[in-house]
């Protein structure tokens, strides 16, 4: 039996980059001396995320631009060492434009990188949108990474799982709810939505699943937290609650895909031909 120690972390992020690098090096760290493997870090960790989703951007320059292959991420690489280690960051795209993405790198360089492909309220102002899903192989196993948002559409997840995905990472700035806020945050509605999308993608893909989230206030946004390792029948292994922490669990993953699709495999059991809503052309 292989097993696998991955954590998922609720972190409070801003604007200063070397303030996000001490809190990045702190938490490998911590991580490390747990005998982690596999670390997920909240979306826009290198620089924060915006300070509301309401459409005005006049009155904030956004987080700093970086390259994929620029030095902010090699030296993300160089803390990851023989570790994994997956982080959101503002995308230079060599187009001239700005996007939300994930990294996950490893102290061999970039493995993997994804840019946010759905966008919600006014946050296409600030960056431009990705066009694909797609899984890729690491030390830890084969991953899938999506951005906040994404994991609202059931289809981002199958895609990765069908590209076979092993571990899906969703990483996000998740706040709480706009209008008729719950003063309690664990009892905020978009609190529940976070954790249903969690459990949800990791069940109907029967993966494993990483949600890391942004924690404490940005801005006009107050995050819910709540980072987490759910297992392939969509039960929560760990988890950090509303507050800062790490979630970290243990697992055998490829035992526990096995496990969960012996009897109901819910990709080998699709029927995508039955799918196609009435009167769409088919392929």
């Not at 060492?81 to 102290?107: F, H, I, K, P, Q």
């Not at 801005?219 to 790490?246: N, Q």
Request: charged letters at 25%; a negative charge; hydrophobic letters at 45%.
């Amino acid at each position: 039996m292989t097993t696998l120690r991955m954590a998922a972390v609720a972190a409070e992020f801003g604007r200063d980059l070397e303030d996000a690098f001490a809190t990045v090096e702190r938490l490998i760290k911590e991580a490390r001396a747990e005998g982690v493997r596999l670390l997920a870090l909240p979306e826009a960790c290198l620089g924060g995320y915006l300070l509301s989703l309401d459409d005005d951007t006049a009155l904030d320059e956004g987080p700093p631009a970086l390259a994929v292959d620029g030095p902010e991420i090699r030296r993300l690489a160089a803390m990851a060492g023989e570790m994994t280690v997956v982080a959101g960051y503002c995308e230079a795209g060599g187009d001239g434009l700005r996007y939300n993405s994930v990294v996950c790198v490893s102290g061999d360089g970039v493995l993997g990188n994804h840019r946010k492909v759905h966008q919600p309220l006014s946050e296409d102002a600030s960056y431009a949108s990705g066009d694909r899903f797609h899984a890729f192989d690491t030390p830890v196993g084969r991953i899938g990474m999506m951005i906040c948002y994404d994991k609202a559409f059931p289809e981002s997840a199958r895609a990765l799982a069908l590209d076979g995905a092993q571990i899906g990472v969703c990483v996000s700035a998740w706040p709480g709810a706009r209008t008729n806020a719950s003063a309690d945050l664990a009892e905020d509605r978009w609190k529940r939505r976070f954790d249903l999308f969690d459990r949800a993608r990791a069940l109907e893909n029967q993966i494993v699943w990483l949600s890391a989230n942004q924690a404490g206030t940005f801005g006009s946004l107050r995050f819910v937290g709540s980072a987490k390792v759910v297992d392939p029948g969509g039960e929560i292994l760990a988890d950090t609650g509303v507050t800062a922490g790490t979630a970290v669990a243990e697992l055998d993953v490829a035992q526990a895909l096995q496990t969960a699709r012996r009897s109901m495999g819910h990709l080998r059991d699709r029927r995508p031909d039955a799918y196609t809503p009435p009167g769409a052309a088919t392929a």
